[in-house]
């Protein structure tokens, strides 16, 4: 059964992403940690497209953006190409189970991960190691549990008193 998400819901996703994007890690947990806010984004584009516009992308971007003291607008950008990506291809990915939507998913997060490094070469820094991609690997591997979770706290509760 389809059920229309509220608006609350998914801003707490947003925010959680957030959170969890901002959580201060080291070493090998920081650079295998997937971007939480492109996969809430990924979601909301591909199961409830529509509801989400180019704008909340773009903004959470700035709140990473600022969060992380980096290059302003760069992951602005990253988050309104991903958003552009999955609402072309969201009702494709509709027809494949969670399992098969996984590279699909790990595909636009790498070409997001190219457009964050290419913005970040164009004002100086340095090439990243081939370890900065690993984000992309534990992304698409989340990809299914996070999606089956967050369908299943969507899901309308039994009523008790409906025959």
Known sequence: MY?????????????IGLILNFLPLQGD????????????I???NV??????????????????????????GQHALAYCVIFYLTLIFGRRLRLFNLLKQAPQIGFFLLIMQIVIILIALS?????????YFLATVTGA?????????MTLLLKPKPDSNAL
């Open 47 to 72: 199961n409830h497209p529509y509801k989400l516009g180019m704008s909340v992308a773009f903004g959470m971007g700035l709140m990473v953006d600022v969060g992380n003291a980096g290059i302003l």
């Open 3 to 15: 059920v229309p998400a509220g608006n609350w819901f998914i801003a707490t996703s947003l925010i």
């Open 42 to 44: 990924t979601y909301w």
């Open 141 to 149: 591997l989340l990809w299914a549990p996070a999606s089956f979770l």
């Open 29 to 40: 947990l920081l650079i295998s940690r997937p971007d939480f806010v492109a996969l809430a």
């Open 123 to 131: 004002n100086g820094s340095a090439l990243p190691g081939w370890g």
